[in-house]
């Protein structure tokens, strides 16, 4: 009897030990314009409509990361673990930290650009870290038309004419807007990135941190299939023309390449739910 | 049989109530006519201590950036939660707010909120006017730093939650929790629904059945409102208003607001979004005879190709006797949801809706000028100290200043002056505990602002002061929150918030003749 209790241990060891063969992957976000890296306030920047302009102020949700197998199964980060507020004034929190990755290998990642239409319908207690409205998700909520803003962009340039009570030439992109509850339609400007990882497969090694390179460039904003002019549209909110410019970015992310391994806890972690 | 039945229930009653002796009184009950509420109270249950700590909050001006305006403010009980007199409800600095404000009841039942539904939640909904502009102006993240180095807030957020955590979720829930218990049902409709012993007068009957013929398609069932958006061709003359359109962008919402209840109609005039209409007379006119066309009207309202609803005179009359049922004077003088609450202070209940704003509160009395004389005198010691950077020398003229006023013969004022002592006191006394009780000139710093206001309301409501006074205003005081201070002339340089590192900064933006 003993014996079999020892063996009963003895394998609910051996299985714990075997479902903890996983690892942990850092998406680090470069956000650019164009082939230029970003640098908020000092550079400026040209868009496709021939406007100069710079950035003053970037934020933007990353939520629902899968991540692709080779037969096209996907691995699902668990949700509560998968919400990241990229702020370009806070470097740390570039990079967004997955843990609990099983091993294996990986062709590509698909996540939300901003957040969910369940979670941003969700009650006040599931609204944690990046998604506290009284907290550190305080710039990007609409409190007058419940919902988050999931990309944020602002800044100036010299072409934006100062009219009615515009006194300074900022452009404000506040782009959100996730469908609404039930009936009650709003827009519906949620859009998933899907990269692929290209012939490098990634392997996700048992307690590696394997760090994915990803660059998010926000000059696609004004350079898509609709070409945006700051002067005539300094801003966008939550507008119709919002629409537009969630189509323009919904290609922004591409694949970079992996970055230099790191041990599985040796990395800062992006703005998560806890 | 009857009795027996009654003994057994009764008995049954007692067994039950032995065991449930600890539970207090339910703190919402789902009227017996009325459907099931839409909030989902599982997820967050009701307690005493979260009702009363959402009460604190509902009423504290510390939810606004400059401290002056309370969700009360604009929600006040007498006028059923609305604001009383206002056909747009004003914020701080007197910022006019596009709309009217709505009235706070069966909030339970309410699948959103606000005149255009922009809000899906009752929990999310304080976000709203607290970070509007024309509203409180503040920030959410400001409002919960403000809480936390409160000396109130941390212990009545531990009764609440069970540790003196403040955050978010506990924030708004607390203030939901307070606003759900504002359920109104005892109207004499609902005593007449529920068979409580209420009967109709015949006009009444005959104006129940005309509201049921020709305005229940909107205002329907027992809460009088299908929670849905429609345009009911109100004039469009300066009308920037989209109302519903802003939420979906969608054409065919052009124009379409919430229906709103029918309930407690004689306290919330006035009426519509906008509150255009003063009296109930003026709205059925407007259904009758000035309902205009537009792409959106509602298809109800433009049957035939006749637009408006046909009404004689005798049918409105009939109608508005109806719509008096419906008002619940025990909802609208029920303490549990008043500012001062008659079982503790029941001289002060009857100028809980007071406008401060608009009454005389002069006072001759010696006795209570040479109190607030003396009170300034400590007042100016203080400031000298923050001047100075001396903790020990502001401590100990706050300490006077609080001693003075603390002991204040409040015999010597009138039951409405006592009423505003009181409401400001407490407030004042808060900011005055707080510089006496460290010798930190940068706490000390924090509260002054305050302290300033408070002393200032007082003076200016009473007209005591034996010099003129002047108002100041540093918006870069106190971390940028801002901060008032008091001179006796309007030359005298320095500011108290900075003192030695004077950045010039602050205006005159009141003045007080003597």
């Given at each position: 009897m003993k014996n079999f209790l020892f063996l009963a241990v003895f394998t609910l060891l051996n299985i714990a030990a075997s479902a903890q063969k996983t690892g942990s992957i850092t998406l680090h976000f470069d956000n650019a314009v164009g082939n230029e890296a970003l640098v908020l306030k000092g550079k400026q920047y040209t868009n496709a409509s021939g406007e100069q302009f710079n950035v003053t102020f970037l934020q933007y949700y990353v939520s629902n990361i899968r991540l692709v197998r080779k037969d096209g199964s996907e691995y699902v980060v668990p949700q509560d673990q998968s919400y990241f507020l990229i702020r370009e004034q806070l470097p740390e929190?570039?990079?967004?930290?997955?843990?609990?990755?099983?091993?294996?290998?990986?062709?590509?990642?698909?996540?939300?650009?901003?957040?969910?239409?369940?979670?941003?319908?969700?009650?006040?207690?599931?609204?944690?870290?990046?998604?506290?409205?009284?907290?550190?998700?305080?710039?990007?909520?609409?409190?007058?038309?419940?919902?988050?803003?999931f990309v944020k962009m602002e800044g100036t340039s010299p072409q934006i004419p100062l009219t009615g009570n515009r006194k300074e030439p900022i452009f404000l992109y506040h782009i959100g807007l996730f469908g609404g509850m039930g009936d009650k339609k709003t827009l519906n400007n949620i859009k998933v990135a899907t990269l692929s990882f290209g012939k490098e497969k990634v392997k996700i090694k048992t307690d590696k941190n394997t760090v994915i390179g990803i660059k998010t460039d926000v000059s696609k904003l004004f350079n898509g299939p609709t070409t945006v002019s700051l002067a005539t549209t300094?801003?966008?909110?939550?507008?119709?023309?919002?629409?537009?410019i969630a189509d323009n970015y919904a290609d922004m992310f591409s694949y970079t390449g992996l970055k230099k391994e790191a041990a599985a806890s040796d990395t800062k972690i992006a703005l998560g739910m806890k | 049989m009857k009795t027996k039945i009654g003994l057994v229930v009764s008995a049954l009653g007692f067994f039950l109530l032995s065991f449930c002796s600890t539970e207090d009184p339910k703190l919402f009950e789902k009227p017996g006519n009325f459907p099931a509420p839409v909030y989902k109270l599982g997820e967050n249950p009701l307690t005493p201590a979260g009702v009363a700590l959402g009460k604190v909050l509902f009423y504290d001006a510390l939810l606004s950036k400059d401290n002056t305006v309370s969700?009360?403010?604009?929600?006040?009980?007498?006028?059923?939660?609305?604001?009383?007199?206002?056909?747009?409800?004003?914020?701080?600095?007197?910022?006019?707010?596009?709309?009217?404000?709505?009235?706070?009841?069966?909030?339970?039942?309410?699948?959103?909120?606000?005149?255009?539904?922009?809000?899906?939640?009752?929990?999310?909904?304080?976000?709203?006017?607290?970070?509007n502009p024309a509203e409180m102006a503040e920030t959410l993240p400001n409002v919960l730093?403000?809480?936390?180095?409160?000396?109130?807030?941390?212990?009545?957020?531990?009764?609440?939650?069970?540790?003196?955590?403040?955050?978010?979720?506990?924030?708004?829930k607390s203030l939901s929790q307070f606003m759900l218990t504002m359920v109104s049902a005892n109207s004499r409709y609902d005593k007449f629904m529920r068979n409580e012993g209420e009967t109709l007068t015949e006009t009444e009957r005959e104006g129940m059945s005309l509201v049921e013929k020709k305005c229940s398609s909107c205002h329907s069932g027992v809460l009088f409102s299908d929670f849905k958006f429609h345009n009911n061709g109100l004039k469009a003359a300066s009308n920037t208003d989209v109302g519903r359109y802003d939420i979906t962008l969608l054409d065919e919402d052009r124009y379409k607001?919430?229906?709103?209840?029918?309930?407690n109609l004689t306290a919330t005039a006035p009426y519509m979004h906008?509150?255009?209409?003063?009296?109930?007379?003026?709205?059925?006119?407007?259904?009758?005879?000035?309902?205009?066309?537009?792409?959106?009207?509602?298809?109800?309202?433009?049957?035939?190709?006749?637009?408006?609803?046909?009404?004689?005179?005798?049918?409105?009359t009939k109608i508005i006797a109806f719509l008096k049922m419906l008002n619940d004077e025990a909802f609208l003088k029920d303490d549990r949801f008043s500012e001062f609450e008659m079982r503790e202070n029941p001289e002060m209940a009857q100028f809980a809706n007071t406008d401060w704003d608009k009454v005389d509160l002069t006072t001759q009395n010696p006795i209570v000028k040479n109190a607030l004389s003396k009170a300034l005198g400590y007042y100016w010691g203080i400031k000298k100290g923050l001047m100075a950077e001396n903790g020990a020398e502001v401590s100990g003229s706050a300490k006077l200043l609080l001693n003075i006023l603390e002991n204040l013969d409040r015999t010597q004022l009138t039951p409405m002056q006592k009423a505003f002592y009181h409401k400001v006191y407490q407030d004042l006394g808060f900011d005055i505990e707080h510089v006496s009780e460290t010798q930190s000139v940068s706490h000390q710093r924090d509260h002054f602002g305050d302290l300033s206001?408070?002393?200032?309301?007082?003076?200016?409501?009473?007209?005591?002061?034996?010099?003129?006074?002047?108002?100041?205003?540093?918006?870069?005081?106190?971390?940028?929150?801002?901060?008032?201070?008091?001179?006796?002339?309007?030359?005298?340089?320095?500011?108290?918030?900075?003192?030695?590192?004077?950045?010039?900064c602050g205006e005159i933006i009141h003045y007080m003749p003597k």
């Open positions: 929190t570039r990079n967004a930290v997955l843990n609990n990755i099983p091993k294996g290998d990986y062709t590509g990642i698909r996540f939300v650009i901003g957040v969910d239409s369940l979670r941003s319908a969700s009650e006040i207690s599931q609204r944690k870290g990046c998604l506290d409205v009284g907290g550190d998700g305080k710039d990007m909520y609409w409190a007058w038309n419940s919902g988050y803003i300094p801003t966008v909110m939550a507008g119709p023309f919002s629409a537009k | 969700c009360g403010s604009c929600h006040q009980q007498s006028a059923g939660f609305t604001q009383h007199g206002h056909a747009l409800s004003h914020g701080i600095n007197d910022l006019l707010t596009k709309r009217n404000s709505m009235p706070l009841f069966n909030l339970a039942w309410s699948p959103d909120f606000g005149w255009d539904g922009g809000v899906h939640h009752l929990d999310l909904f304080a976000i709203s006017p607290l970070q730093e403000k809480l936390r180095y409160s000396k109130t807030y941390p212990p009545l957020f531990e009764k609440a939650f069970g540790t003196d955590e403040i955050n978010t979720e506990r924030f708004l607001f919430k229906v709103p209840s029918l309930r906008d509150g255009r209409f003063g009296t109930l007379e003026e709205v059925l006119d407007h259904y009758a005879s000035g309902v205009e066309k537009s792409p959106t009207l509602d298809p109800l309202l433009n049957a035939n190709g006749q637009p408006g609803i046909s009404l004689t005179t005798d049918e409105k206001k408070n002393l200032f309301r007082l003076i200016k409501a009473f007209k005591t002061n034996e010099k003129a006074l002047y108002y100041h205003f540093c918006p870069k005081a106190a971390s940028n929150l801002g901060g008032y201070w008091l001179t006796e002339t309007s030359e005298e340089k320095g500011n108290p918030f900075f003192g030695k590192n004077d950045k010039k």
